[in-house]
């Protein structure tokens, strides 16, 4: 059985500064791993799909990087700011299935 | 372009009240559909996903069905609620294209029973 871990389970930064949160999943047969943003109260938002043969993938000051051997992935926020305060959820789909598995996600707290 | 929405926003609900949440896309055709639960402390969980008109996978034993009688909707039910039932709702969609299922998530039904 699948399971995605993300660590920390919480982090706050000042404004500015550079992060890592941290994803990783016990099983490498993977068809992709999904980074998705919830604000408290609100649905989830689609912030980045890395496909299983892909090695990163970025958007605006977002970066994910995947290692499928090792079931590693990372997300690289650049200069952060407040308004990236919000709990960020990794999730993968595995091989052969149309099933995202969550991890429980870090929250994230960017200090003006 | 894609919209997914989840209606109602917000619910209180006794224990033992029917319940009826509907989850509607536009924009697409064909799309895999997905209701998740969120539960405090215990992270997303898959609930049910359907792949097609009446098709529908249940992931977990529980006081909990769905349906989807059109292409693009889906509906979450219980016959008499619980109040382990009470969370947070999610419906999502993906394109059917195997091995891609990007998902793409509604805002949210916060149900409370009590």
């Known amino acids: 059985k699948q399971e995605v871990t993300q660590i920390p389970a919480a982090l706050s930064v000042p404004e500015g500064e550079n992060l890592v949160l941290n994803c990783s999943f016990t099983?490498?047969?993977?068809?992709?791993l999904q980074w998705f943003r919830q604000d408290p109260g609100k649905g989830l938002t689609s912030l980045l799909l890395?496909?299983?043969?892909?090695r990163e993938q970025t958007s605006g000051r977002l970066n994910a990087s995947l290692d499928k051997s090792s079931g590693r992935s990372t997300l690289y926020i650049a200069a952060s700011q407040p308004g990236d305060s919000a709990t960020y959820l990794c999730?993968?789909?595995?091989?052969?299935?149309?099933?995202?598995?969550f991890g429980k996600g870090t929250k994230l707290s960017v200090i003006p | 372009s894609q919209t997914i929405h989840q209606w109602p926003a917000t619910l209180v609900q006794p224990v033992g009240s029917p319940l009826s949440l509907e989850c509607t896309v536009e924009g697409t055709s064909n799309p895999n559909l997905y209701w998740y639960r969120q539960a405090a402390g215990r992270g997303l969980q898959l609930l049910f996903y359907s792949v097609g008109i009446g098709q529908i996978s249940s992931e977990v034993p529980q006081n909990l069905s769905a349906s989807r009688p059109q292409d693009r909707q889906f509906i979450l039910s219980s016959k008499k609620l619980l109040l382990s039932d009470s969370g947070f709702y999610l419906c999502?969609?993906?394109?059917?294209?195997?091995?891609?299922?990007?998902?793409?998530f509604g805002p949210g039904t916060r149900l409370t029973v009590l």
């Open positions: 099983d490498s047969a993977i068809y992709n």
């Open positions: 999502a969609w993906a394109t059917g294209l195997a091995g891609v299922n990007e998902q793409f």
């Open positions: 890395i496909q299983s043969s892909q």
């Open positions: 999730a993968v789909t595995g091989a052969g299935s149309y099933q995202l598995t």
